[in-house]
């Protein structure tokens, strides 16, 4: 799917907010929570979690984080992009 086919997609999963995104490479997150159902999509690069959550996705990949799960986040060294979807502003 393209970028606009993937933001259609959550739109039609009831997010209320959808977006891109993107980091730079290596870029951390730090421990965290989400209060509200937060979908990412890579549409470039890759990033791994860990934590609560244990995957790495890439490309042409998604991931539905686990409402309340503590985790982190390390960014690709190739950065990454992403089709975001959520519930709460800010809450991704």
């Known amino acids: 799917?393209?970028?606009e086919e993937l933001k259609?997609?959550?739109?039609?999963?009831?997010?209320?907010i959808v977006y891109e995104w993107s980091d730079d490479p290596?870029?951390?997150?730090?421990?965290h929570s989400h209060k509200g159902r937060v979908v990412f999509y890579v549409?470039?690069?890759?990033?791994?979690?860990?934590?609560?959550?244990?995957?790495?996705?890439s490309v042409g990949e998604r991931i539905d984080v686990p409402?309340?799960?503590?985790?982190?986040a390390l960014v690709g060294p190739e950065?990454?992009?992403y089709v975001v979807?959520?519930?709460?502003?800010?809450?991704?």
Request: net charge negative.
């Open 43 to 57: 549409t470039k690069g890759s990033v791994a979690f860990s934590g609560g959550i244990q995957k790495t996705i």
């Open 26 to 31: 290596n870029t951390v997150y730090d421990e």
């Open 67 to 72: 409402v309340g799960v503590v985790h982190t």
């Open 79 to 81: 950065g990454c992009d």
């Open 8 to 16: 259609q997609k959550l739109i039609s999963e009831h997010f209320p």
């Open 1 to 3: 799917m393209n970028i």
């Open 85 to 92: 979807g959520q519930d709460i502003e800010g809450d991704a």
